[in-house]
C-alpha cells in the first residue's frame, strides 16, 4: 500500500511586478493555515511550499 508522507509545493510568479512582490509573499506565508485541504491532511501528512519569482 503506498502511503503520502510528504507533499511539496513550489509556486513559480512569472513577471509579478516588483512591487506586489511582498504582497505575493504574505499571501504565501498565509495561504496554507486558510486552505481546507491542507488543514483537513496536516497531521497526516507534512505539506510544504516555497515560491520563487520568474
Given at each position: 500500500?503506498?502511503?503520502i508522507k510528504k507533499?511539496?509545493?513550489?509556486y513559480t510568479l512569472?513577471?509579478?511586478?516588483e512591487?506586489?512582490?511582498e504582497a505575493?509573499?504574505?499571501a504565501h506565508a498565509h495561504h496554507a493555515a486558510r486552505c481546507p485541504v491542507a488543514?483537513?491532511?496536516e497531521?497526516?501528512?507534512e505539506i510544504s511550499t516555497d515560491?520563487?519569482?520568474a
Open positions: 500500500m503506498l502511503v507533499i511539496k509545493v513550489h512569472k513577471d509579478c511586478p512591487d506586489k512582490r505575493a509573499e504574505r488543514k483537513s491532511i497531521k497526516a501528512i515560491l520563487t519569482f
